[in-house]
């Protein structure tokens, strides 16, 4: 029940003083007015030093995350991973699955690493897990995308541009169905992730092939592009 | 000129030319309700006798009157009332003050609800019923104000003056960079502690209701006037139009240490809330740099989230007696176990701890 009242309390006083009336914004807890905490503290010394940091300072700002952090360790890109992997709000378990399969990516880097021959092959191969995947988001992310339109009772599949947010979506989720695939009692979800996460660093593996897959579609519906805007 | 805005403040003193002081006040932009003194009472009957007046004045006249007379009632009814419940409260009703009535409203009739103007209240009628304007135009039907056919007069003044300004500063600044002069950094118009007055404040101040799009033009011409090189040197009139952002309502005193048997400086700060977690916390300085939870590290916390919030704002402390000789130790918890943790139960994966946002 103190619980109940506390986060009540926190609600009350979330209005505030300066502003004649509070805009309801959906189910959200802030107001849409609210800007996004600058947590780490790199981004605030940059204000500071650029001197925009004025602009920020009456701003009505929202809390940070529980996630978030000004660790070094910190990576926004990985926790929104976890965040797309996690299901029934799972979050331990969720970030424990990413844990384990950039431990499973540095393995399988390591056992490359060892089994070169020569200095050269191993300048090539990258160990740190966190480059490896980033690397593999970013081969993963499509350039088009489909999108239904009706015309004549038809629907035609119509690429489209496909915004940044949406690109990365697609390919991190792409990663994960890719290492749902295989049944979990032979091989484990992380096994099969830091795979999918090595082979698309390569630009090779499922993801990639998936993404090439709708490009190829894409390339096929060409005809339809002005459904877009006609 | 003079006369004329004095007319606009108070037409009907205005006749008989005996304003003197308030010709320069009349240089804001309220301009005065309907008159209800009893010596401009009568001015309005010499008025109505005479023959030459216009039709609109002779209806504005009546108007007044009528105004006058319906405030007047008002006013003696608010009085009325006023003893009346003064003396309900058991109060003097000579020294009884708006505050009192408040107070005295806020006991007689509870209410919950939210919205503060929907709440009952009991206000001087002045301030109930809204201002009007008074007569723009004199007994012949000529209007005082030169923007008077623009409808809203008030508004397009504060437009018309801003652009002048723009152009006087525009002006100054051609002279400056002649000069080879540039403006002073140091004295830059900081505008982020405050924002352009609403458009309800604007409307109330002007005695005109706007359009939202005479609005939107009213904060171009003033985010134009007040992005030039020197217009700090009109400060005054651009800030009379913003709203101060900042509302101080608490003053933060900082704790003072206090010296344990070792004669180490602590801190101890208790019942610290987030969410439904609740800890007490003590900093110690000098200190080992070590963390105890609840007696233990920071393996207290099973999950790696919490284990890296509670490292960062240990971290954070740490880093500010970078570079000193003196560390700090934390305690957290360390006198009662007071870190309440709610289990709740999930399914499937046993029971999970809810932890609030950096409750360490």
Redesign the interface.
């Known amino acids: 029940m ?2 109940i009242n ?2 009540f309390k926190t609600k009350i006083l979330l209005k ?3 502003f ?1 009336a509070i805009v309801q914004n959906g189910m959200a807890i802030f107001p849409s007015y609210y800007i996004e905490p600058i947590y780490k503290k790199e981004d605030q010394e940059a204000l500071k030093k650029s001197g925009e940091i ?2 920020y ?2 701003m009505p700002t929202k ?5 978030q ?3 070094v ?2 990576d926004p890109i990985l926790s929104l991973f976890t965040n797309y992997l996690m299901r ?1 709000g ?4 969720a ?1 424990n699955l990413v ?1 384990r399969s950039l431990e499973q990516v540095k393995r399988i880097q390591l056992e490359r690493y060892h089994k070169c021959n020569s200095d050269e092959e191993r300048a090539k191969i990258e160990l740190n897990p966190k480059i490896i995947f980033h690397r593999a988001v970013e081969n993963g992310k499509p350039l088009l995308q489909l999108m239904p339109v009706k015309r004549g009772g038809v629907k035609y599949q119509v690429p489209v541009p496909i915004s940044e947010y949406k690109a990365r979506f697609l390919s991190m989720n792409w990663l994960i169905e890719a290492g749902r695939e295989k049944d979990r009692t032979k091989v484990r979800f992380w096994t099969q992730l830091a795979r999918e996460l090595v082979d698309a660093s390569n630009n090779t593996g499922k993801v990639v092939r998936r993404k090439q897959e709708l490009h190829k579609q894409c390339e096929a519906n060409k005809a339809y592009a002005h459904y877009r805007w006609s | 000129m003079l006369r004329q805005i004095s007319r606009l403040v108070d037409p009907l003193k205005g006749r008989n030319l005996s304003l003197t002081s308030s010709c320069v006040e009349s240089k804001l932009l309220r301009t005065s309700q309907f008159s209800t003194n009893a010596s401009e009472s009568n001015a309005v009957e010499d008025v109505d006798t005479k023959k030459t007046l216009n039709k609109a004045m002779r209806t504005y006249l009546e108007r007044a009157r009528e105004h006058d007379e319906f405030m007047k009632t008002q006013r003696r009814e608010f009085e009325i009332g006023k003893r009346h419940l003064a003396n309900m409260m058991g109060e003097n009703p000579d020294t009884f003050t708006q505050e009192d009535i408040d107070n005295a409203i806020a006991y007689l009739f509870p209410s919950g609800l939210y919205e503060k103007k929907a709440r009952p209240m009991m206000k001087p009628p002045e301030e109930v019923f809204p201002q009007r304007k008074a007569a723009e135009f004199d007994e012949t039907g000529r209007p005082y104000h030169f923007l008077f056919y623009t409808g809203r007069p008030n508004f397009y003044q504060i437009l018309h003056e801003a652009v002048q300004h723009i152009i006087e500063l525009n002006k100054f600044e051609d002279a400056m960079i002649r000069k080879k002069l540039e403006p002073d950094p140091n004295l830059t118009l ?1 505008l ?2 405050s924002k352009w007055i ?1 458009k309800e404040i604007l409307e109330t101040n002007l005695v005109e209701t706007i359009t939202d799009k005479e609005y939107s033009s009213f904060i171009n011409v003033m985010d134009r006037l007040a992005s030039l090189p020197y217009s700090y040197r009109i400060k005054d009139l651009i800030m009379q139009y913003r ?1 101060s ?3 101080q ?1 608490k003053t933060f005193e900082a704790i003072i240490p206090q010296l344990d048997e070792n004669g180490r400086q602590f801190v101890s700060v208790y019942e610290c ?1 987030r ?2 977690a609740t800890a007490s916390v003590t900093v110690r300085s000098p200190g080992t740099g070590k963390i105890t939870i609840n007696d233990l590290g920071i393996d207290y916390f099973n ?3 919490q284990r ?2 509670a ?2 704002v240990w ?2 402390i740490f880093d500010r007696f970078r570079g000193k000789q003196q560390k700090p130790r934390f305690f957290y918890c360390t006198e009662k176990q007071r870190i309440i943790m ?1 289990q709740r139960p ?2 499937g ?1 046993g029971q ?1 701890r809810t932890i609030g ?1 950096n409750n360490v």
């Open positions: 103190a619980g506390s986060l505030p003083n300066t004649s004025s602009e300072v009456h809390a940070a995350l529980n996630s952090t000004c660790s360790s910190y029934k799972q979050k331990e378990l970030r844990e | 900081e982020s502690g609403e709203k952002l900042i509302n309502s809330r969410k439904r999950g790696v989230q890296e919030q490292s960062v971290y954070n709610h999930t399914h994966m999970q946002r």
